[in-house]
């Protein structure tokens, strides 16, 4: 039996619950939420590594309908996001909508609405952390130990919120499989890996890692990073929260508002020293050049820690212990990357060699091309990833041409690099919910869709992003476009958002 809904939204992390709160303010009730994992939670839920935070402001870092209080820390731990988003879905009822285990398999437009195919597992999935490598990569698309059952759903709209953090980036390394002890993704953190004592390699230097890596050094491990590419990192100025600023918070919704609001501007200010902006872009260098000048005093290790790149071309990190980690001497920086694994020894590209008890792939995800995509087939019989063939492209970064009543949150040019990405999701399921509460089919044409892309790729031309001298995630390796990140403030958006639904109506977005 086909089961007919409303709307199918895929995903129950921060974008999935978004899209739901957004529909009901709308009006609209008849939705489910399909979760593949047993819980919510999305990115939040799975990386549960040593040292998981945030790196944006934990009170900027919450749905705005829901501002939280309770935050205990200025960059929220991974654990209490979590639990905010639990405590969300709680609190709004929407534990009815939702359906947890149930993983989409296919979706297909049929002509008046959305035909989607799911597996519905009825115990939690075996994730197999504690196997060697090559298991642990088939365990990344995780299954159920228990029998799965087939199902289906009819919709007249489908939103896609599966976030962009959800699958693992494994390198291409000869011999990976080779690795005899624990070898596992930091997306997948095996909790009973030995860490006390043990040789622990960790292959790569991005956000997760250098949460990571002091993590190690502080539970007595022999730390061995594996460095491709030096990031630029600025002062985190974390700090926990007294019991006083907690109390006044909760008493006082108007001083959380006003928090919130002084995040918000100080996010949108930054975006000037990420974009390329001459004046900001030095000062911001010179800022994290400072930082790790007064935390490195060798200067061998301060010069293999230097970028050579220009200031927001990668992520900016924010940390205040990883320097001291490396500097303390207790964690073996490797200025090169990992090649090649033979057994127990690791080999970088300057031909050291390290003996290794533990492997941590702190590589990234599969961020540009989105692993949902092979699923999902519009009318003409393509699926989004052919679509996407030369990567992401949307109108209002929400739209896609082919695809009718089809609504991508998180997706194509959503990511920010300078604020809070709940406030692009926020907007983007605003926007589709007062679409579907029209109860109108939503399409838009070819032409809109490469004037947007054109304009997209015009605002980045001579940004760090694609001029800056370096090799990152938010562009398109197939085609060189910015693909994932947004290249504007969160106003921008907004005003991009606002155009196109103005623009709805016009003859040219409608084919």
């Not at 398999?105 to 989607?116: L, N, S």
């Not at 989105?370 to 739209?399: C, F, I, K």
């Amino acid at each position: 039996m086909t089961e007919r809904v409303g709307t199918v939204i895929v995903g129950a992390g921060f974008a999935g619950i978004a899209a739901a709160l957004a529909l009901r303010s709308a009006g609209v009730t008849d939705f489910v939420i399909l979760e593949r994992a047993h819980a919510v939670g999305g990115t939040w839920r799975d990386n549960t590594y040593p040292g998981v935070a945030c790196d944006v402001p934990a009170h900027l870092y919450g749905l705005s309908s829901h501002p939280w209080p309770h935050w205990s820390r200025t960059f929220a731990p991974g654990g209490e996001i979590r639990a905010y988003l639990e405590h969300v879905v709680r609190a709004e009822g929407l534990d009815r909508h939702l359906r947890l285990g149930a993983e989409l398999t296919a979706a297909h437009w049929d002509g008046t609405g959305w035909m989607v195919s799911l597996t519905r597992s009825s115990s939690e999935r075996s994730e197999s952390k504690r196997s060697n490598l090559p298991q642990a990569v088939s365990s990344v698309s995780t299954r159920s130990q228990a029998p799965s059952l087939n199902e289906q759903l009819s919709c007249e709209h489908l939103i896609l919120a599966c976030g962009r953090l959800t699958e693992p980036a494994l390198p291409d390394v000869p011999g990976l499989g080779s690795f005899p002890g624990p070898a596992f993704h930091s997306a997948r953190w095996d909790d009973a890996a030995p860490i006390e004592g043990a040789r622990v390699a960790v292959v790569g230097t991005g956000a997760s890692a250098i949460q990571l890596v002091p993590q190690l050094a502080r539970r007595g491990a022999r730390v061995t990073l594996f460095q491709r590419t030096p990031a630029w990192i600025v002062p985190r100025g974390d700090r926990p929260y007294g019991e006083d600023e907690r109390d006044r918070w909760a008493g006082d919704p108007a001083a959380l508002g006003s928090l919130r609001a002084q995040l918000h501007a100080e996010g949108e200010a930054r975006f000037a020293s990420r974009s390329g902006d001459a004046t900001a872009a030095a000062a911001a260098r010179e800022q994290a050049l400072a930082h790790l000048a007064a935390q490195v005093p060798d200067p061998a290790l301060r010069a293999a820690l230097t970028p050579d790149y220009a200031f927001g071309c990668k992520r900016v990190l924010l940390s205040d212990d990883f320097y001291p980690a490396l500097a303390s001497g207790s964690v073996t920086l490797e200025p090169s990357a990992l090649t090649r694994v033979d057994r127990g020894t690791l080999v970088a590209a300057s031909g050291a060699r390290y003996e290794a008890d533990v492997l941590v792939l702190a590589t990234g995800f599969e961020a540009a091309r989105q692993p949902y995509a092979h699923r999902v087939t519009g009318e003409s019989g393509l699926t989004l990833d052919q679509h996407w063939s030369g990567g992401m492209t949307a109108v209002g970064s929400t739209l896609v041409t082919g695809f009718p009543n089809l609504f991508v949150l998180n997706g194509p040019n959503a990511s920010l690099g300078h604020n809070s990405a709940v406030l692009i999701m926020e907007e983007q399921a605003r926007f589709a919910a007062e679409l579907i509460a029209a109860g109108r089919e939503v399409r838009v044409s070819a032409e809109a869709e490469a004037a947007h892309t054109a304009e997209i790729a015009a605002r980045a031309a001579g940004t760090p992003w694609l001029d800056g001298g370096c090799r990152n995630w938010y562009t398109d390796a197939r085609s060189g476009r910015l693909t994932l990140l947004w290249p504007g403030t969160v106003a921008d958006f907004r005003a991009r958002l606002d155009r196109v639904r103005a623009a709805l109506n016009d003859p040219a977005l409608i084919p």
